[in-house]
Structure formats: C-alpha cells, structure tokens
C-alpha cells in the first residue's frame, strides 16, 4: 500500500510497511492474528492487514504483561500491537515475505476482538464445499487469493475508467429501475406500491438509455453497470452482473474497435497478461463458424473443422446422406494420431449426444489408408481417399465426424475439440488469443414461433436489404479471448424509419414498439447522431486475468450457481403486509 494510514491508537503503520529499513524504530500496526507459534518461551504472532504479514514477537522476560495476553490470542482475533522494528536472527529470516527480514517486538498488545473458530481453514480453502465458503463470505474474502482478485477487478475498473476519461467520456448513470429492455433475456421485475399491478423491470442492459444519452448529445458515454437478467442457471452465469458499458456518435465499427483496443491493452499491459498488441484480428462470423463450429473460437491450438459434405453426400451409409438430404451438413475433425479405447471414444459419443447430436462417427486411419471405424463398411474406396484428404489425415490419426444440421455439428465439432484441446494438453497455457468476431447474420428465423430474431438486440444497424432478412448481417461485433466472449456491440440503427422497419420484421406491431419503446422511437424523431458501442463483460475479464474457474471468484458477494445467495438467504420470502401493500398476493 502507498499511502500510511494516519497516526491514530490503533496503528501508524502498514504490517506489510515494516521492512528492514525500519529497524531500530517504533511502530504500531493492527491486524487479525494469522498464525501463532509458541518457541522456546517466545511466542511468535504472524499479524495480517490488507498489506501483508509482519511478525509479532513477545518475550517472558522482558514484557511479561504482553507475554500472558499473547497467551490467549488464536487465529483470526483482532489486535493492536506497539513496540520496536528489530532484524530477526539470519537463520530466522523468511525471503518469501516482505517483512521477513524482521519482527515486531512487542511492548503493548490490545486486543480488539476475539474470533471464534473458523467455520473452515483460511490457509487453503480449495476443498472446502462452496456454499459454506459463501455463507460466511466475510471470512473466506479474507483469504490471500481473494483479496489479489478483488483487488484486481478494482485495477481493472480504474485503469477502464482512467483510459475512457482521457479520451473525453463522461461517466454517466441510468436507472436500475425502469422498463424492460430487450437482450433475449428474460427480465426481473419490481411490483410498484405506487402503481398496484405495474411493474419496474430491472436492466439488462442500459442499451437504450446510451442511445438516449447519444441524442442529447453527450458524444462518449460510459458506465460501469450493473445488469439483470433472469436466465435460466448456467454454470458460469450470474443473475446481475457488471459490463463497461460504451457508446459513442458520430462513429463506424473501426472507431469502436480502436477504442477498445486502447482500453484493454492497458488493461492486459497493468496485469501484466500477455496479448499480442492490436489491432487485433478480425474474422468473420461465417469463417468462426466454418473452421471452428463456433462463433467464438478458440484459435490457440488447430484440430479445425473440415467439410466433408461433398465427398460423403451420397455414402451408402443413411446417417450421412440423410443428413445432407434434410439440408444439413457433414464435418469432421482430425485428432492427430491418438490411440483411444473404446470406453473414451464412448465417452466423446456420449459428448456429441449432449450438444444435440444423433451420434458421433468415429475412424482411425490404418497403414494401408483404410479406415478402422464401425461404419467402414459402408464407405467406398473414393470416400475414404476423399475424407482422408479433406481432414489432411495420415496413418494413425483418429477422424471424428459428425452429420446433422449446420447449428448442431458446429456445436459438437466445437465441444469435441475443446474437450480433445484440454484432454491432451493442446491449449497452449502461456499464449493468449484475442480476436474480433464480426459480420455476424442480422436475424435468424425462428422455427418455433415462425418468425425472425434479432442475433444481437433490434438496436443494430443491419446491412444489406431489409426486404431479404436472411441475407442480411449486422454491423456488430464481438470480443473473444482464448474462447470466451468478452465484449460484443454494434453500430446502430439512428433512423426512425429503418428502426421501425425492423421491428415490424421482429414481429414487434406499430403499437406495441410505441408502447415499449416509445421513448426510443420518440427521440429517434428530432436528429439522432449516427452511433455505436459496446459493452465488456468485467466478470468475465477478471476471472481470465486473475485465472480463477469461476466468475464467482471475481466478485465480492456473488450468487451461489443456483441463483440464490448462501450468505443474505435471498430470494426469501416476505411478509404478507408487504406483499399486500405492493397489491400482491402469494402462492
Ligand atoms: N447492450 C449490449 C449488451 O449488453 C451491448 C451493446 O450492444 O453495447 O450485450
């Protein structure tokens, strides 16, 4: 820490601040009792504030007073302790600690607070069942690897905000408590007192108020901000989460682009996590989707998706043919040369099968370029040279393949590969890859409700021809590191009359985008800026610079995976006159 707390009686000094240099003079410093050792009538105290650890000495002669109190100090009690800098013993000096060069020898001990035990040891928590880690939240927070995380997230924050500001943005707030805004999410609401039967929608997102601050005129905007989104729990998922939020007028994809760049390479560049520098590569959505099955790979290792609906289109084998027939796709992937029992090729069948697959079609390629696979038999001599050329195979190597529609063999083929990349060891653990992912299709049709989605939200800017929405894309983007989204916006729609036309596609009728989102199409009608932006996922990006498994480690008071929270017990019921007073009643 750079800045000494000021003289008070509890400390005038850091525990972490008391290094050699300091030796031979007074201190005073507070802390929790990290560990304690009793020596050869010594006791020894390691003392620990937000700074570090400093050891605590106490002597049975010379201070006898402390001596006795140090006697009843356990792990994690409060104290304050007074007395001088001294250098320990060389053969007591610890090189792992800041401070390991000296002791505190204490004259004064007050103790502040006592501490009961533990509910589960602060040392290392790695065993320890999550719930109980969350329930008493305070005390896990303690621990050395979350104070580094959390205190990460807050470089990460202020380097954000530092680089923002110097480009001229303003900060600026919107409300938590407003209407439903469309992310493809479903929403949490608020009951109004004020208005029984009507609601507040918390956020999703704070797109359309960007927009708004875009039409006054404010030029660049951003927020660190907080959203909403009731979905159903996914692992890595949590109800309200936190995104950089950005919009800019007056701009194009590129202007939106560098500006992110800027932003986080300073961000990498302060936590010293190696990305190589921008501009950063840009790939197509259509290119993402045909090498890697997905559209945001991760391109730190190969075992890229071939097509192999050309040579395999008319197999003998139905899987394949009826695939093609019913419009859809047959791709593969070469494993490289692995020998694989039939339990683990089971195993990644049984993998296909959970991202939607019929099955998995799996090969090994012999000596004499045939293929040792359970469908070989229905394969001709042509088709076996053909799939061994496309997926570039040579003896040895297993071909995985899969026939289905497009969407499902892009999946599998991806969680196959991620799951062959982690399993032997292929993702480069040191290399990081960051790329934009661009040109994603406007809309999709949706079968189920027959109509056209919006793939990004009904705010971006389409290109192309309004009247073919299949052929459109948006003029959006995405940022993905080693696999993960990170950030993703859009250049948006600014006129009133295109913004309508898209919702009339959405299927969103004159008076229900009046109604919805009239504020919007209101401000659209008296000169709105041609403008773009953006929004990062903080979560995300200090879980990928601290390497922590879950977002849940990067933020303070998280929700358990369930969505509920072990420490508060919320959601939680409430009293019956409160539900009345809101014109609610419970189930
Ligand atoms: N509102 C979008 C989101 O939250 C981001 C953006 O378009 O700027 O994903």
């Not at 040392?123 to 303690?142: M, T």
């Not at 039939?342 to 991202?355: I, M, V």
């Not at 056209?452 to 993905?480: E, I, N």
Request: net charge negative; with cysteine; charged share 25%.
């Amino acid at each position: 820490m750079k800045h000494a707390p000021r003289p008070n009686g509890y400390r005038d000094a850091w525990c972490g601040q008391l290094t050699a240099e300091r030796s031979g003079t007074a201190a005073r410093v507070s802390g929790w009792v990290h560990r304690r050792r009793d020596h050869g009538g010594l006791i020894f105290i390691d003392l620990r504030d937000r700074s570090g650890i400093v050891q605590l000495v106490f002597h049975p002669e010379t201070t006898p007073e402390a001596h006795v109190q140090a006697h009843k100090l356990r792990s994690e009690d409060v104290l304050s302790a007074a007395g001088t800098v001294a250098r320990r013993d060389p053969e007591n000096v610890n090189p792992n600690l800041a401070t390991g060069e000296v002791e505190l020898a204490v004259t004064q001990l007050e103790i502040l607070a006592d501490a009961d035990t533990p509910p589960f040891p602060l040392e290392d928590a790695s065993g320890v069942d999550e719930s109980l880690r969350l329930r008493h939240r305070a005390l896990d927070l303690r621990r050395a690897p979350m104070q580094e995380r959390i205190a990460a997230r807050h470089r990460v924050i202020a380097t954000m905000r530092e680089v923002l500001n110097a480009r001229d943005f303003l900060e600026i707030e919107t409300p938590y408590l407003t209407r439903s805004t469309p992310e493809g999410a479903r929403d949490y609401l608020v009951p109004a007192r004020i208005q029984p039967g009507s609601v507040y929608a918390l956020p999703q997102s704070p797109q359309l108020f960007k927009q708004l601050l875009m039409v006054a005129g404010f030029e660049r905007y951003y927020q660190i901000a907080r959203c909403f989104r009731d979905e159903d729990t996914r692992a890595d998922r949590q109800p309200e989460f936190t995104q950089l939020d950005v919009e800019m007028a007056f701009v194009e994809e590129d202007d939106v682009l560098e500006c992110m760049e800027a932003v986080m390479e300073a961000v990498f560049a302060r936590e010293g996590f190696a990305v190589p520098p921008p501009p950063w590569p840009r790939m197509t959505f259509a290119e993402a989707v045909s090498r890697f099955g997905i559209d945001r790979p991760d391109t730190r290792f190969g075992l890229e998706l071939k097509d192999l609906s050309e040579p395999l289109g008319q197999s003998r084998f139905q899987v394949f043919s009826g695939a093609l027939a019913a419009g859809g796709v047959i791709r593969g992937i070469n494993a490289g040369a692995r020998e694989l029992p039939r339990s683990e090729l089971d195993a990644l069948t049984e993998l296909a099968k959970q991202h939607g697959a019929k099955g998995l079609v799996w090969a090994f390629v012999q000596e004499d370029r045939a293929l040792r696979s359970p469908i070989a038999k229905f394969l001709s001599e042509p088709e076996v040279a053909a799939v061994i050329e496309r997926l570039e195979a040579s003896p040895g190597d297993l071909l995985l393949i899969v026939a289905d529609e497009l969407t499902t063999v892009g999946q599998t083929l991806s969680a196959l590969r991620m799951e062959l990349g982690r399993r032997f060891g292929l993702i480069p653990r040191e290399r990081h890859d960051i790329l934009w992912v661009v040109e994603f299709p406007a809309f999709f049709w949706d079968e189920g409700a027959q109509r056209w989605d919006a793939a990004h939200h009904p705010f971006t800017a389409p290109t192309g021809d309004l009247d073919d929405p299949g052929s459109l894309t948006s003029r959006a983007y995405d940022l993905v590191l080693d696999g993960a989204e990170i950030g993703g916006g859009s250049v948006r729609i600014h006129r009133r009359d295109v913004q309508q036309r898209v919702f009339e596609l959405l299927g969103i009728g004159p008076e229900e985008a009046q109604a919805r989102f009239g504020f919007l199409l209101d401000a659209l009608r008296y000169g709105a800026p041609p403008h773009g932006g953006i929004a990062m996922g903080l979560d995300r990006i200090v879980a990928a610079l601290t390497r922590a498994d879950s977002i849940r480690e990067v933020i303070a008071f998280p929700k358990a995976a369930s969505g509920a929270d072990p420490l508060t017990g919320a959601p939680a019921p409430v009293d019956p006159a409160q539900l009345r007073e809101l014109g609610l009643r419970s189930l």
